[in-house]
């Protein structure tokens, strides 16, 4: 069972202050986290996340939510525990030093053992060595979520991205900000789809202009050529690449490495 999961944290200690959690089931686990020893909250986090002080007085300890966490994971197969940035490991290290119960310490300790940063597999995707905003990777993937920086909202975020990415290869950063430090790896060879005398979709790299009849089509062709041979192929993953071309192809976006558009169709 996949595990995609937030953390917010104090400013300086570093200790959880909310956990939230989607699984690739949908259901979902949140909860606010007074840190130990708790005095106060600097008015950088406070405005980051919305949690205040008196919120973090009322809130349950860190041996109550993870104790409640370990219930909350289904124990009957494999866990695998994903976030996206190098921070939330460290949060969990340190709030795993005051925890005292079995199923907190069990709970925790999993977690940093096993927990895995998806960032740089995304800068990979899409062709960078810069870690992307996982917030501008939402917005890529149309992610209807609020970004605010709120534990369960943003694990929400991470587990669209993910389940969207995946099969997903580009050729060319579509972030300009990230462009210049794109990897610059040799084109793709890929085979030209059948001639279409008026096509709905083109697409287009360099002096090349592939056309096809449909979307539809044209996202069989991204399948059968541009995604990796061992890539994941599951009934989602036509219909997010259509949608993907028909969002390039409305306004000449690049997606694969090539340009879409959808061609005026001549009056009759």
Known sequence: MKYFMDFEATQFDMEIISVGCVDELGREFYS????????????????LTGITADQLREAPK?????????DFVDKSEKAEFFCYGNCDGRFVKTSLKYVKTFKAQSMLGTIYAGLVDISPE????????????????????CAAEEQNHHALSDAKLLK?????????????????EYVQQAHKDAPLTVKEPEPVKDPHVTASQGNEIFGFASYGKAADWVITNLL?????ITLDTKSNISNRIVQAAANGGVYHGFTWSAPAKREK
């Open 160 to 176: 669209h991205v993910y389940m969207c990415s995946r099969g997903e290869q580009l050729d060319v950063c579509p972030f300009p």
């Open 122 to 141: 995304m800068s990979g995707i899409f062709r960078t060595n810069q870690t992307i905003s996982l917030y501008k990777l939402a917005d890529y993937y």
């Open 62 to 70: 860190v041996d109550d939510v993870f104790s409640d966490f370990y």
């Open 32 to 47: 606010l986290v007074r840190p130990h020893g708790f005095r106060k909250m600097t008015d950088f986090i406070v405005e």
């Open 228 to 232: 990796p041979k061992n890539a994941m």
